[in-house]
């Protein structure tokens, strides 16, 4: 049984219309050109497998069935709980909770803590989590070794799952490795080490927390896995809002000024010169509104949660169009006044041929430039409105939210490190993934980069 | 420049004020108001409380909490009169009493501060040549406090302009109260160019009489024994009709010169600087009455070395200077170089602070020892509560079923977990409704909530088990709601989202998971949440109380049934309604402390305990640290004028903070090293492609 | 050129208009005159009463947009959005909900906020030129990829993240400089150190790629090529054509901030103790203080408005392709 969530409907539309437009794109020559120099590109094509495994822990994140879950005294719920096949996949991780903050591959919790041993004798010390190394009776000398072989164990299941994929791959597509393409080996070694480090986290995840775990014991690395989601659908959804207003508006401003312009520019000065923080701030606060006046719509937790988020990125989107709308309007100023288009012009291509034609492609890298630095740009902005509790809700997992609470954990004494750096390393793998993935599609699309 | 080889540089502060005896102190946000009439929390009280005095105070290092007169020359004289006014005898029963009347006394020759209000010429024209940013600056003036002054406070409180947050409540007491304000209304609407000084002087209010100079009197409502606990709130603190006057000065009122903004009083300071985006200065006030520190005080104040003072003219310090601060990570960080001189402890720096010994008890870490800063505990008399709103269909109301469904959701609530997470330990797991310190609270076995606990040489849970069984007898086998096949859901309405919530409702949701309820959270603003309690539509929800003065009344009165916040309006956010509890509180309220007092409240608390409107939640301890400097810092949660009683040591203060601060110049030496070779390749390759396009 | 600057001018008008009216509709959507009275009351023992009468010493007891029971045009003019924007188009921005001179507040408010953004925004663009040029400057070497791993690095870090380790580091390991605080004159030198530091490291990473590829685009054109094969070195050419044309887009950018700077930084504020306007917007949005929060609303879409104005006459200046008509 499926049950889809908002963001669901979205995350899987976005997946569709990017396949579609690929294959699409591939019966095309003169399309199929730059794809095949991207896959030429060496930094391409790694980036791309990683934006892909990104995506396909978002999209596994987004399809919910429901389960039926074991409860705490051993019975099974008679009742089933609509969780993501990523959750069942990383239900060993999910369900085991400590009390509270523990370090990465600790066996002891993070403070000290009276307890009262067999013997009757109360100490003040570190106390035994409850999972991490509990399978372990002489955690201080067998643990080093413990740890290496159960990497070394995910390593050769990682390696061996490879070697199995690439069979299977020669076995279905013999000629991809006939090609010439040099993206080709790169692309396999990334998923080596994507496997690699699948591996050792199946194989070491259910024995240690291995990013440490929170303030109410929860598993950092869960928390940080399942806030990729969020952040695709806070980039993805957030650029797919903005991009068709800011591409179209634009270009129409700058093209035909006149009164276009005008309205156009009227449009953007009103939003963007009301500060972006009230729009938001009124948005979040209309959804709790509807949300308290229509209960029965939003019986879960999730549910209620989803909306907040689907509204923010619209909400985002609605905010953050008009900074791209009036820099392509300015470069179309620009254009316009070209040789080339006014040319064009004299020759009576007809104007949305011209628009299509001559001015958007000259304008694409701005546009593909902005879409980088603004994804990245939504990821960690969406930290800053939860200082502000305007961002996600706080039971959604985000990285904006991991930010958000370590800035408390930096106080602390000795610091709690590994949220932070939990959220700041997949953010940043995404963000860089994506960066050099753009930067690869721009030299490659860009007409005047061809050599 | 010469300035700095003997200060440090990361010094927050301007001004070398290294031999003074300056308090430095912060507040995070703005107070709201400063006029003592308006202002109701605890960052205006921490500064207002030092500037304005009411009639009485709470004695500083004596427990319990104790009045003492203040601007009074002694403790009022109470005597009551039945309906048709003839005096009654002290010892008539409740019922008759109609009336109580309290004689006020005031203490001969206390001056206000020196202020340019009381220079009366000064009210229509300032001079010229000032330029609007010291009122200071202003000829000075001062006038002595007499009985007037408290009386157009009264006033002031009923005035509709005022919008004092107690105005309500004290019309229900005071005498005339409520005709006073509705004639003002009216003679302003009558004569609206009317200045507000002369409006209020021109009508009387019935309840309050000035009988000299130095004495006069307030009626009030029947009996109300805890109106002199009002009495030493800075409510009812003296102001000079000459302030209203002056400050209604356009001019100034232009600049944002107001009443609310530099206030006139008595007390040991005055504000001197007020820029609530930067810092606010008090300094001591010349005009300030002869005021001692106290030469009693209860053993553990002795012990701590409290009474070393004892006797000298207070205040002790003459200046404090409270800064800015939003954020907890600077000001712990300022804190630590000796740049603020306490501070509060808070949840994330708190084992950096605080440690336990093996026996547990708690200390400070070697560390802080090192510095000599001191630890200050206290349990707050104040109670974080989980309510119910009894109006509800499924948790509330008064049924055997509901009752269970509230108790197996008490006892699968572990606070004791909650304390050690969220508080680091630092809390009381409540019993009932009453905190430690307030009369009527019962230590150990006696005082322990049975619905919850049971004892074992100390508290014991009741078992899971337990909950599951009364969860079954309400009618939810294994948390199965019968009407829909499903876990039963409950719903927390919260306003809660600050960077610590979610850790906090996931905990709350592991909690209700325990007996396989579902519990959703409905997150919202501070409006809508506030307005779901006022229209009663909230199921479950968290809130605190933080006590007014320190009688048992002050927190009784959150069950009973007339203060019922949906219904009536009143603070009784979970609209509990008991008519065997609402009895028993109408005759314990204007009871003395005696042993017949303490039986009837333990009837009520056993009452609530087996209704379970709330979960009792916990009374938070409040550590609080202080650098070696900082002297006489002693807990006493209901004085706000502290601050008169602090001594300082500045020069200990100078050394600490010249040998934490020592600057480290050497890492910026080595990052311009690091940046000079990095650009070493730079430079060569460049040299490098330059040959080549040379070539 | 004048007759342009003159019709953008009347266009002021329409714009302040709509930015207003959808600053009224979002602020009472979400609360409504109750709520503010409410909020300003404080919790404890608030009566309807004590409601009425504040809304009644406010203003906000009228209707919002509509009043019906007056006649004509008293209709449309004796409503709560009449009455408070009038007095706007004449910056006249009045009296705060909690009763302050807002002009006064925020004239006493500006310059703290320009004291650190206007060194933050100078120092920021130099660092960012100059680290994208040297970018460019070593185009497809290893450095390059170095430079932009270290762009994406500081990009990826959270802007808090930035200020809690300045502080622990160079406030408080280093002591070098005061942690937090503020004061007015030159004594503010040593309080900006750390905020402007920190908000140019903080702004390299995306700043530095921006500016990357605003000169890539200018380096690929054809005028590049030629003048690197009449022999001008890679250096001259840089500084000589790429930097100059690439003035535009960067303009665009600068100048238009430029007037909105003076609005400060929540983030930077809050954390340092800094007595600017950056969270006068917010804690009026959470204190739900309506005066304040149309008027800085105003005040900054006027201040953006000229920010505009000033970015279209800084083009004609820097490119005389470009016409304004």
């Given at each position: 049984m499926l049950t889809l969530l908002w963001t669901d409907i979205a995350i899987f539309g976005l997946v569709i219309g990017a396949v579609v437009a690929v294959w699409r794109s591939s019966k095309k020559e003169h399309l199929r050109r730059p794809w095949a120099k991207i896959f030429n590109n060496r930094m391409g094509v790694v980036s791309l497998t990683i934006v892909l495994f990104f995506l396909l822990v978002g999209v596994l994140d987004s399809v919910r069935l429901q389960h039926y879950e074991k409860l705490p005294d051993g019975d099974y719920s008679e009742h089933a709980k609509a969780l993501s096949v990523l959750d069942i996949i990383l239900t060993p991780i999910r369900l085991q909770v400590e009390k509270t903050y523990s370090e990465p591959f600790?066996?002891?919790?993070y403070a000290k803590e009276m307890n009262v041993d067999e013997a009757g004798v109360t100490q003040w010390l570190y106390p035994r989590l409850l999972y991490g190394g509990a399978h372990l009776n002489n955690p201080k000398s067998d643990k080093q070794a413990d740890i290496l072989l159960k990497i070394g164990k995910g390593l050769a299941h990682g390696l061996l799952a490879w070697l199995g994929f690439i069979f299977l791959l020669r076995l279905t597509k013999r000629n991809l490795f006939k090609t010439k393409l040099k993206g080709v080996n790169s692309g396999l070694l990334t998923l080596l080490v994507i496997f690699c480090v699948v591996g050792m986290i199946a194989s070491l995840g259910s024995f240690y927390h291995i990013l440490g775990t929170d303030k109410v014991g929860e598993d950092v690395l869960y928390q940080a896995i399942k806030s990729i989601r969020t952040g695709l659908v806070i980039g993805g959804l957030t650029t797919i809002v903005m991009l068709p207003i800011a591409i179209g508006l634009g270009l129409m401003a700058g093209f035909f000024r006149g009164w276009v312009d005008d309205v156009i520019q009227y449009l953007y000065t009103t939003l963007s010169s009301i500060p972006g923080v009230l729009l938001i701030a009124a948005a979040i606060l209309m959804a709790q509104v509807y949300m308290a006046n229509n209960p029965a719509l939003f019986t879960t937790l999730e549910d209620r949660a989803d909306m907040r988020l689907l509204l923010l990125c619209f909400i985002l989107g609605i905010t953050s169009w008009t900074g791209l709308c009036r820099l392509l309007r300015a470069e179309t100023l620009k254009i316009r006044e070209m040789d080339y288009v006014v040319a064009a012009c004299a020759l009576g291509v007809g104007r949305f041929q011209l628009l299509k034609r001559h001015v958007l492609p000259n304008v694409m890298h701005l546009v593909m430039i902005t879409i980088v630095l603004d994804f990245s740009g939504l990821v960690l902005a969406e930290a800053v409105l939860s200082y502000i509790n305007?961002?996600?809700?706080?039971s959604t997992y985000s990285w904006g939210n991991m930010i958000n609470t370590s800035r408390l954990e930096m106080a602390r004494e000795p610091i709690v490190w590994w949220s932070l750096t939990a959220a700041f390393v997949f953010m940043f793998t995404l963000v860089l993934a994506a960066n050099l993935f753009a930067d690869a599609v721009r030299d490659a699309f860009d007409p005047r980069y061809i050599e | 420049m010469a300035a700095c080889t003997d200060r440090a540089l990361n010094n927050p502060y301007v001004e070398g004020e290294g031999e003074e005896k300056v308090i430095y102190s912060s507040f995070s946000e703005r107070p709201k108001h400063l006029d003592p009439a308006k202002a109701y929390s605890s960052n205006e009280y921490a500064i207002i409380a030092q500037i304005y005095e009411p009639l009485f105070q709470y004695h500083y290092l004596k427990r319990p909490y104790q009045l003492e007169p203040l601007l009074a020359a002694a403790m009022p004289t109470v005597s009551y009169f039945d309906k048709h006014n003839n005096p009654l005898p002290n010892t008539a029963p409740d019922v008759d009493i109609a009336y109580s009347e309290y004689l006020l006394s005031i203490k001969a020759g206390t001056k206000f501060q020196?202020?340019?209000?009381?220079?009366?010429?000064r009210h229509d024209d300032l001079p010229s040549d000032w330029d609007a940013v010291s009122i200071y600056d202003l000829p000075l003036g001062t006038r002595e406090l007499i009985a007037d002054d408290f009386i157009y406070q009264i006033k002031r409180l009923a005035d509709p302009a005022t919008q004092s947050p107690i105005a309500g409540l004290m019309a229900n007491y005071i005498i005339g109260f409520n005709d006073f304000s509705k004639k003002q209304t009216a003679l302003k609407r009558q004569f609206p160019t009317l200045r507000k000084a002369q409006r209020l002087q021109s009508e009387k209010m019935f309840g309050v009489k000035k009988i000299d100079d130095h004495h006069f009197s307030i009626r009030v409502k029947g009996k109300y024994p805890q109106f002199i606990n009002w009495l030493a709130m800075p409510f009812f603190a003296p102001m000079p009709w000459e302030a209203d006057e002056f400050y209604s000065n356009p001019l100034l009122a232009s600049k944002n010169i107001s009443l609310d903004w530099y206030p006139v009083g008595t007390g040991p300071y005055f504000l001197a600087e007020n820029n609530p985006n930067r810092r606010m200065v008090l300094l001591k006030n010349q005009n300030f009455h002869d005021e001692y520190y106290p030469i009693e005080g209860d053993q553990a104040a002795s012990a701590q070395g409290l009474l070393k003072d004892a006797g000298k003219k207070l205040p002790l310090t003459d200046k404090v200077i409270f800064s800015l601060e939003k954020e907890s990570i600077p000001y712990w960080n300022k804190f630590l170089q000796g740049y603020y001189d306490a501070s509060g402890i808070s949840s994330d720096s708190f084992d950096q602070a605080v440690s336990f010994s093996a026996d547990g008890d708690i200390g400070l870490t070697t560390n802080m020892i090192e510095r000599g800063i001191g630890l200050q505990t206290a349990v707050t008399t104040s109670s974080y509560y989980f309510g119910f709103n009894m109006l509800n269909e499924v948790v509330g109301g008064y049924s055997d079923k509901a009752k269970k469904l509230r108790q197996a959701i008490s006892i699968v609530m572990d606070y004791e977990e909650y304390i050690s997470i969220f508080q680091n330990g630092r809390g009381v797991p409540a019993q009932g409704i009453i905190p430690p310190g307030i009369f009527g609270y019962i230590e150990g076995e006696l005082g322990i909530n049975p619905v919850v606990y049971t004892w074992d040489e100390g508290l014991v849970r009741r078992p899971i088990g337990q909950a599951k069984r009364l969860l079954a007898e309400a009618g939810?086998?294994?948390?199965?709601?019968p009407a829909t096949g499903k876990p039963l859901v409950l719903y927390f309405d919260t306003m809660d989202s600050g960077p610590d919530s979610k850790s906090r409702l996931n905990w709350l949701r592991k909690q209700f998971n325990k007996i396989n309820i579902q519990l959703v959270i409905r997150g919202t603003d501070y409006n809508r949440f506030q307005e779901k309690m006022r229209s009663g539509s909230a199921q479950m929800f968290m809130w605190g109380w933080n006590a007014d003065?320190?009688?048992?009344e002050n927190f009784l009165f959150l069950l009973y049934g007339k203060n019922a916040k949906s219904i009536y309006g009143g603070e009784n956010a979970a609209n509990y309604q008991n008519v065997q509890f609402d009895a028993l509180f109408e005759q314990m309220s204007t009871m003395a402390n005696t042993p017949e007092r303490q039986l009837i409240i333990s009837k009520m608390v056993a009452i609530a305990q087996q209704d379970a409107p709330w979960l009792w939640g916990f009374h938070p301890k409040a550590f609080s640290l202080h650098h070696g400097w900082y002297k006489n810092a002693y807990p006493n949660l209901m004085a706000n004028n502290k601050t008169k009683y602090i001594n300082i040591d500045p020069k200990l203060r100078q050394i600490y903070q010249n040998k934490w601060n020592k600057p480290t110049y050497w890492p910026l030496l080595l990052a311009m090293l690091i940046a000079a070779c990095l650009l070493l390749p730079a430079y060569i390759i460049y040299r490098r492609i330059e040959r080549a396009t040379a070539l | 050129m004048i007759n342009y600057i003159i019709r953008r001018l009347f266009y002021v008008v329409p714009v302040l208009l709509g930015v207003n009216i959808l600053t009224f509709v979002l602020f009472f959507v979400v609360n409504t005159p109750d709520d503010m009275a409410r909020m300003q009351l404080g919790d404890k023992h608030v009566t309807q009463e004590a409601v009425d009468n504040w809304k009644q010493q406010r203003g906000y007891h009228l209707p919002l947009l509509w009043n019906e029971q007056e006649e004509g045009l008293q209709k449309a003019s004796n409503t709560i959005f009449f009455k408070k924007s009038v007095g706007l188009f004449v910056f006249d921005l009045g009296i705060s909900d909690n009763g302050r001179d807002i002009v006064a507040d925020i004239t006493q408010r500006m310059w703290p906020s320009l004291a650190i953004a206007i060194p933050s925004l100078i120092f920021g663009v130099l660092a960012n030129i100059t680290f994208a040029l040297l970018l460019i400057f070593y185009r497809s070497s290893v450095l390059e990829f170095a430079g932009l791993f270290l762009c994406i690095t500081l990009m990826s870090i959270s802007g808090l993240f930035y200020i809690i380790a300045g502080q622990y580091f160079i406030g408080k390991l280093l002591a070098l400089t005061p942690i937090s605080g503020y004061a007015p004159g030159i004594d503010a030198f040593k309080f900006i150190l750390l905020p402007v530091f920190i908000g140019v490291v903080g702004g390299l990473g995306s700043g530095a790629r921006w500016y990357r590829t605003l000169f890539l685009e200018e380096a690929a054109k054809d005028y590049v090529r030629t003048a690197k094969a009449k022999g001008l070195s890679d250096l001259q050419v840089l500084f000589r054509h790429v930097l100059k044309n690439t003035m535009i887009p960067i303009l665009t950018g600068i100048v238009v901030i430029l007037p909105l700077l003076?609005?400060?930084?929540l983030i930077t504020e809050s954390f340092f103790g800094i007595p600017g306007l950056g969270s006068y917007t917010i804690d009026a949005i959470s204190s739900q203080d309506f005066a304040i929060v149309r008027s800085m609303v105003f005040l900054g879409s006027f201040l953006y408005i000229i920010g505009l104005l000033m970015t279209d006459i800084s083009y004609t200046l820097v490119d005389p392709r470009v016409r304004l008509d």
């Open positions: 600790a066996h002891t919790a305007i961002g996600v809700d706080p | 020196p202020h340019p209000s009381f220079n009366i010429k939810y086998q294994k948390g199965i709601d003065y320190p009688d048992p | 003076f609005m400060g930084s």
